[in-house]
């Protein structure tokens, strides 16, 4: 069997993407899909953890709250209350390089939700008192993911200081608690101000409706909130490690070893051609027990009982920008040789880089990922967040239909000079030394 | 001021186009289209009650490693050849092969199902690796405060009962022998009495067809083992589970409910919301967005095929635990003595009507649904009856359902957390009995 005869014909989704910018400069993407009453509302703002200032760690996130804590025509509560009185779900994310704001909801609340986004694009109500409390919540949220538990914020949290040098691109995003409890009210009007102007947002709807009643509805609510530019956007590039950097620490928690390690990768945005492959790799090394990484490690040496890898700390390949990497994690059973399962990657990465790939080795892994692009993007709030993101991002929405086009047309040598990229001196990595009692 | 829009006219539920057929192995096959995306989705549901946990457990890890024709490897590399993958797992009441797979790959998907429920060779090598993963992913989750929170809580709540441990020690788990899993396999893999549901963008009836033709030499019988009915939720005192230096208490409350289809079910459902089932709650609105104690707390009720409980759950700070189930307390007293307003029914309802819509959407959320559903007897048409009686509930049914099942005075709850910091005040509010160690 070729790799040619064995390529899959790759499956296409032809969702419309209707692009349009309000007068005030805000833009907009509208996809429609009938086949469910139910529409996904998005507002996306392009700013994230790497836009902190100095002092103030974790604050993106902490504002992310503070939009929910009422605006110019709505209380305290009832942004949720609208919400989910709708039959609705809300949430908001904090990301590297930007925070979202959503809903899903039956599709006759879609005017509802557009009212709720438009109200908090002009302005939230940022007191004192909403302030200190969300201060209290979001320790709360820093003990649950992180503090309470075995493996808090590895390895999103733990990478990133090892492999950067700069603030922004190496601080802790979820924040200490000196700097969440340092934040003042005017800290989050000048953050609001700066960065969650209309010119520097992007509102995404998909779902079913009309095109023509949704683009009035929109006109409608976010027509008249006051013009503001986006503010620029600073440079956080950083040259590639040239020496291998290694770091660890004891999580007092965790029973067992694990490890992470990361290599940078090709921008996102500016050479996706460059990118793609990267993303391919990662899925060739660990997707499934056919995968080079699992098989080797997990199943034939025993040497780590998982491991996965992925594009972006995060996880998310089409949602961030230069500078990222490729990761790869993997816990040890008790005892575990972290040198060992290193020594094992740089092997296969090698043995990759200097064979290639088996036949249909890439055609399969990347039919799989297919398969996870399309589930992704048919719930409806799945399809409003990429489409978002990709208008914010690169401009091009439409992206959302054809990326499994893309992932197919990786080649055998792309990966493969990818694979040959993940050497030793380029890696940055992070070890977590057990120092919880083996319960 | 700027007026919040009116919602506009509802729009009705439309079940999507379902076929139902029993094989002639026995094994019934629900079809369901939803023309979305070019993908299908796949669950099938085996009875599994009194599986021997340790043996459930492996079993599920190495049912996909290998068959008499395929290593686990050539599985996996033929499943991700149609886009596909297949993972197994368990609880106490059944086994759920999941997975999907590009349309296009239906029948391969299907057809390797079938080869694992026929001839899953649990290979000793692979038997052996599997073991030890999963041991090591049971001593990750013995670290874990939710998941030894949890364990407490079904101690405290099915005493003798199977549905008390849920999971088994490392040690049994790397006791398991290859012989072991085989014969649960051949005792319980059967297709009389299991539920296969395929829902993606098919025809239903042809999805069938494959279905039969994949699947037609899957044959056998065994015997049909039934749990017995949990006990009633015995009320009495807190259990304290000590995590020392633990930053935050995990506080687990369990109140007895009702199956869905108990004429009581919308109106708990819809008290349930009002206390603490949404994030725009009494619950919620108070020890979060009022207080600040904590992050996430959330009450679901939850159904398992041998009984159904209300279990309200929260990560409150340390220094605040007491602080935090006194409000809790409050809360729930306040729900069970005093009717809920009109707009707080109303918004719960919404909530309740609009979130079967929102689960309903995406091919995953109905193979989902249609296969939990099929577990309790149930078929997707529920989710249309059961819209019509939320409709209908009335106040005095939420306040009566609120007063008899979620009275304070019926908690049987837990608290881990870190015992010599929040045992004198928690003993100031209610009795509390010290659990053995945690250690598994």
């Known amino acids: 069997m070729s790799v040619r005869s064995a390529a899959i014909r790759v499956p296409a989704t032809k969702y419309p993407v209707e692009r349009l910018t309000l007068s005030n400069g805000l833009r907009v993407v509208l996809s429609p899909d009938r086949t469910a009453p139910v529409v996904g509302v998005a507002v996306v703002y392009d700013v994230g953890i790497r836009s902190e200032p100095e002092g103030r760690t974790g604050f993106a996130h902490l504002f992310e709250h503070l939009m929910f804590q009422g605006s110019e025509n709505l209380e305290k509560l009832a942004h949720f209350r609208y919400v989910q009185g709708s039959g609705g779900t809300f949430n908001g994310s904090t990301h590297f390089d930007y925070t979202d704001y959503f809903e899903t909801l039956p599709a006759n609340a879609l005017e509802r939700a557009l009212f709720l986004e438009a109200d908090r694009m002009r302005g939230p109500r940022l007191t004192e008192e909403n302030l200190r409390n969300q201060v209290d919540v979001v320790k709360e949220e820093i003990r649950v993911n992180v503090l309470n538990r075995p493996y808090g914020g590895f390895p999103w949290l733990k990478l990133p200081p090892v492999m950067f040098d700069t603030f922004p691109n190496a601080h802790d995003g979820y924040g200490s608690f000196v700097d969440l409890e340092s934040a003042t009210v005017s800290d989050a009007a000048e953050f609001f101000e700066r960065y969650y102007a209309n010119g520097n947002a992007v509102l995404a709807v998909t779902g079913d409706f009309d095109v023509a009643e949704a683009t009035r509805l929109v006109e409608a609510h976010f027509g008249d909130v006051p013009a503001r530019k986006a503010p620029p956007r600073p440079d956080f590039a950083e040259p590639d490690l040239t020496a291998e950097r290694r770091e660890s620490y004891t999580d007092r928690l965790a029973p067992l070893p694990a490890v992470a390690a990361a290599w940078r990768v090709p921008d996102p945005i500016d050479d996706l051609a460059g990118y793609l492959p990267y993303v391919v790799l990662a899925e060739v090394l660990t997707d499934g027990d056919a995968s080079r990484l699992v098989e080797r490690l997990v199943l034939r040496d025993r040497t780590v009982t998982s491991v996965g890898g992925y594009l972006g700390f995060m996880g998310e390949p089409f949602a961030v920008r230069d500078p990222t990497a490729l990761v790869l994690q993997a816990h040890l059973p008790p005892g575990g040789d972290v040198d060992k399962v290193m020594a094992t990657i740089d092997e296969e990465c090698q043995r990759l880089a200097t064979d290639g790939l088996a036949s249909g080795e890439l055609a399969r892994t990347q039919a799989r990922m297919v398969t996870h692009q399309l589930r992704e993007i048919d719930a409806v709030l799945g399809r409003c967040l990429q489409v978002a993101v990709l208008e914010q991002q690169r401009g091009a929405p439409e992206l959302v239909n054809e990326l499994p086009r893309l992932i197919a047309e990786v080649t055998e040598e792309q990966v493969v000079a990818a694979a040959a990229a993940l050497t030793a001196q380029r890696r940055a990595s992070v070890e977590v030394i057990p120092g919880g009692g083996n319960k | ?440």
């Open chain 2, 1 to 440: 001021m700027r007026e919040v829009p009116a919602l506009g006219p509802n729009r009705p539920m439309k079940l999507p186009k379902i076929v139902e057929q029993t094989l002639s192995n026995g094994l019934t096959v629900i079809a369901i289209r939803r023309p979305t995306v070019p993908l299908v989705e796949v669950r099938l549901r085996v009875p599994f009650a009194r599986a021997n946990l340790a043996r459930a457990a492996v079993l599920t890890q190495t049912l996909m490693s290998g068959t008499d024709g395929m290593s686990g490897v050539e599985i996996a590399a033929e499943l991700q050849r149609v886009g596909g993958a297949l993972s197994a797992g368990a609880d106490p009441d059944r086994l759920l092969v999941a997975g999907n797979s590009l349309v296009g790959g239906l029948g391969r998907l299907l057809e390797i199902m079938a080869s694992v429920l026929t001839g899953a060779a649990y290979p000793a090598g692979e038997v052996a690796t599997e073991r030890g993963r999963l041991a090591d992913r049971i001593r990750m989750a013995l670290s874990q405060p939710a998941h030894l929170a949890r364990e407490a809580l079904y101690k405290r709540m099915y005493g003798r009962h199977p549905y008390a441990v849920q999971t088994p020690t490392p040690e049994q788990v790397l006791a398991v022998t290859p012989g072991a899993v085989r014969k649960l396999h051949a005792e319980r893999i059967h297709p009389a009495g299991a539920t296969l549901v395929i829902a993606g963008d098919i025809t239903p009836q042809k999805a069938i067809d494959t279905a039969e033709r994949a699947l037609a030499s899957w044959v056998g019988d065994g015997k049909d083992v039934e749990l017995p009915k949990v006990p009633p939720l015995e009320p009495g005192p807190l259990t304290l589970v000590d995590r020392p230096g633990a930053v935050q208490s995990s506080l687990r409350l369990a109140l007895p409910a009702v199956p869905r289809t108990h004429p009581d079910h919308a109106a708990l459902q819809l008290a349930n919301l009002v206390f603490g089932g949404y994030f725009s709650s009494r619950w919620v609105e108070n020890i979060r967005e009022d207080k600040g104690y904590t992050y996430g707390p959330h009450s679901t009720i939850e159904h398992a095929v041998a009984g159904s409980s209300l279990v309200a759950a929260a990560e409150v700070a340390t220094e605040v635990t007491a602080p935090a189930l006194l409000e809790t307390m409050y809360e729930l007293g306040r729900l069970a003595t005093l009717p809920p307003s009109e707009d707080e029914l109303e918004q719960a309802r919404q909530y309740a009507l609009g979130t079967l819509q929102l689960g309903m959407s995406t091919q995953a959320g109905l193979a989902g649904l249609a296969a939990t559903y099929a577990a309790f007897g149930l078929r997707l048409d529920y989710l249309a009856e059961h819209a019509a009686r939320l409709a209908k509930v009335t106040v005095d049914e939420v306040a009566a359902a609120a007063a008899q099942y979620m009275a304070p005075a019926r908690l049987a709850g837990v608290v881990l957390g870190d015992a010599e910091r929040i045992e004198p005040s928690l003993s100031a509010l209610v009795p509390l009995t010290r659990a053995g160690s945690e250690s598994a």
